[in-house]
């Protein structure tokens, strides 16, 4: 009986996936076997902060590991290596949530949407503000999707989605999000996780055009490694480059002689007459 109310639950409230399908199947919701399993290692890791800089505003998210130490752990991995930068929030749905996290570049997202994390404890309440894994309703099928809650959704708790970090600044911000979609395909019209993961934001921005974007996700505080590095390699290519005008520069003097050769010449054929 419990099996048959956890579908139902399902099924009202489409699932929040974590890659194609939109509608799991039966047996899917039970509570995944993993949820009691050994925590991580990040159990005992600190809170932390992430700056959601988006299309509408900033929102500010407080990551709570002892909520969700797996799900901190991956949040923070993907936030370092710039996954959510230029990422759409591709499932919006008023009084429910708004659900983002395939990135733009199909290349990209083939690299993680299979890479799938454990499940963990559901410790918290999936309340309005609270962030939580998107998945579908087998076990250890978190990746790279996560959603926000507009209102009181803790029917997802029994579940398995297991909040990891809340809104603490711009819930304002997140209720402004473009709504109007709703659903995706095929229950709805907003846009097809399919045709995001094949091709990616240029899906997106020729189809549904009005949806808002995380521009730029970063850990506060904490400057990501790669992004330090790569303005080096640009700044010595931008040297490299300024050598190019340099090297041309005795090409446009030499280019003048000519012109002052010819000014002169008039003055020598001159005296040559004075002379005769």
Not at 34 to 57: M, N, R
Not at 135 to 155: A, E, V, W, Y
Request: one cysteine or more.
């Amino acid at each position: 009986m419990l099996r048959f109310t956890l579908l139902a639950l399902c099924l009202a409230i489409p699932c929040l996936v974590g890659c194609t399908s939109e509608t799991p199947t039966a047996g899917d919701a039970e509570i995944p076997e993993a949820a009691g399993g050994p925590k991580s290692a990040a159990t005992d890791a600190e809170d932390y902060q992430v700056l959601l800089k988006t299309t509408k505003g900033d929102i500010l998210l407080e990551v709570h590991p002892e909520w969700s130490p797996r799900g901190a752990e991956r949040f923070k991995e993907l936030v370092k290596e710039g996954f959510y930068n230029d990422v759409a929030f591709f499932r919006v749905i008023d009084g429910f949530m708004a659900q983002v996290g395939i990135n733009g570049d199909p290349a990209v997202h083939a690299k993680w949407k299979d890479n799938n994390i454990m499940d963990d404890p559901v410790v918290e309440s999936n309340k309005r503000g609270y962030v939580s894994f998107a998945k579908t309703g087998l076990p250890n099928s978190r990746s790279t999707q996560f959603f926000i809650n507009f209102g009181d959704n803790s029917n997802l708790d029994q579940m398995g989605f297991s909040p990891f970090a809340q809104v603490v600044k711009g819930m304002d911000v997140v209720d402004s999000l473009y709504k109007e979609y709703g659903e995706g395909a095929p229950q709805g019209r907003g846009p097809f996780q399919g045709g995001i993961v094949e091709q990616g934001n240029a899906y997106l921005k020729k189809e549904f055009p009005m949806l808002d974007y995380i521009k730029e996700a970063t850990i506060v505080g904490e400057e990501p490694a790669e992004k330090e590095a790569k303005p080096e390699a640009e700044k010595s290519e931008e040297k490299a480059g300024e050598k190019e005008p340099v090297e041309k520069q005795p090409e446009t003097k030499d280019a003048e002689k000519p012109e002052k050769e010819a000014a002169a010449k008039p003055e020598k054929e001159a005296a040559a007459k004075e002379k005769e």
